[in-house]
Nanobody
Framework: QVQLVESGGGLVQPGGSLRLSCAASGNFDSINAMAWYRQAPGKQRELVAA???????TYTDSVKGRFTISRDNAKNTLYLQMNSLKPEDTAVYYC?????????????WGHGTQVTVSS
């Protein structure tokens, strides 16, 4: 099994910043892809930012220039630096890892962390 533990959410005023973290532990040989998703009330879960299996990054248009995804491979940890936050960024943020063990791929999700942007 793979466990993902998220941290860093909270309440912030518009224009503020937050940094989310997601640390992986468990049984896996490699991490092939890492991503952040979010789900706002009444909306579908959407991809926010990701590292692809090729190592490139991708962002949804609404966060480009404001959010930065990064990782620490030694710590199996994924980060999301969120700057210039807007009320529409309010959502539960989830990390997702695609890991490989003995030739089998597994998709694992974090428990989610609430981000609320409000004055």
């Amino acid at each position: 099994q793979v466990q993902l533990v998220e941290s860093g959410g909270g309440l912030v005023q518009p224009g503020g910043s937050l940094r989310l973290s997601c640390a992986a532990s468990g049984n896996f040989d490699s991490i092939n892809a890492m991503a952040w998703y979010r789900q706002a009330p009444g909306k579908q879960r959407e991809l926010v930012a990701a590292f692809t299996s090729g190592g490139t990054t991708t962002y949804t248009d609404s966060v480009k220039g404001r959010f930065t995804i990064s990782r620490d491979n030694a710590k199996n940890t994924l980060y999301l630096q969120m700057n210039s936050l807007k009320p529409e960024d309010t959502a539960v943020y989830y990390c997702n890892f695609i890991t490989r063990r003995l030739g089998t791929y597994r998709s694992s999700w974090g428990h989610g962390t609430q981000v609320t942007v409000s004055s």
